[in-house]
Structures are given as C-alpha cells and as structure tokens.
C-alpha cells in the first residue's frame, strides 16, 4: 500500500533521492555554471519530481551550497581516541587533507562564489557551524574527561583553531599544513 502524498512532503521520492538530487546538482554545476542551472534540470537529471525538490531546497543558492558541502567532502569525521590531542589533531590534519580535495570541486564555482553573495554567505554559514560544531565537540570532551580544565571556554577555545587554520595563509603566505596544525594542537590542547 503507498503512502499519502502528505506523508512526503518536503522529501524527494525514494530513499537514495537526496544523494541523487546533490549528485545532479553537482553534475550540473560542472556542465552549465551557476548561472544556467535550474531547479526543474536538476530534478530531471535526478529524477524527482520538481515540487519534491523545491519543498526540500527552498532556493537554487541552497541546493548548490548543499550539494558542494556534502559532495566535496570537505568535513572529516570528528575522532573520538579518548585524547583530546589525539582528536584534535586527527580532526584538523583531516580537515587539512579534505579542504584539498574539496578544492577542485569548488573550482568550477570559484567566479560563482566571488560574484554571488548569497551563495558565498550561504557555503560559509553552512561550512563555519559545521567546523564549529566538530571543534566545539572535541574540547566538550576533553573537558568532560578532565583533560581541560572544568574552566575551560569551550567556545572561545574551540574557535581558535579554526581561527588560525583561516588566517594562516594571509598572515604567512602559504597554505597551513600538518606542522601548523601540530604547533596549534600543542599550543592549545596538550594538558
């Protein structure tokens, strides 16, 4: 027995459609640009209805911004070694690793992002909280284990990494590579 349409609202039919829909967009992107890519192209290349996806994506800016976040893999899973220096070392040299070969994907929307405000805005507050978040999730522990000190500012102390990790290139002109992200980790997270 099929499920009323009501009960699907907001999803794109089929358990996989999400992935195909962010896979299409991605495609897409690569073949016409931002600027010629549309909503009804994607759902045909995914094979969605068009309603489905506009009920989950409200917007082209937020399909794209998506599609490159979850596809360009840019965010390592967050360690859990029970060493707070051990995760975040993982976790940034990780980060490190996947910013790189997140890179190419974002390439093909590089003139994109620099022109088009709302979809750089969106790509950052999608990619800044969730950088934080996994940060944020590291010192949590180290503090819940007693590695920190109970004191501990978690969100101060949670964005300094990410803070130097983004300023490096700028103040020091050259990429951040796993020596910078070791000099942070014993900076900051050695107890």
Known sequence: MSQ???????????????????QAAADLLGETGFARLTMDQVAARAGVGERSLSLRWPNKVALVAEALHRLTGVVPTVPDTGNVRDDMLGFLCGLLRMRRLGRRAIT????????????????????????????RTIVQRGVDRGELPATTDVDLLATLPLTVLQTWEADHGERPDDTVVKRIVDQFFTP
């Open 4 to 22: 009323p349409p009501e009960s699907r609202r907001g999803r794109p039919d089929g358990p996989d459609a999400d992935e195909a829909v962010l």
């Open 108 to 135: 093909s929307v590089r003139g994109e992002l620099d022109s088009n405000r709302d979809l750089r805005l969106a790509m950052r507050s999608r990619l800044a909280a969730t950088f934080s978040a996994s940060v």
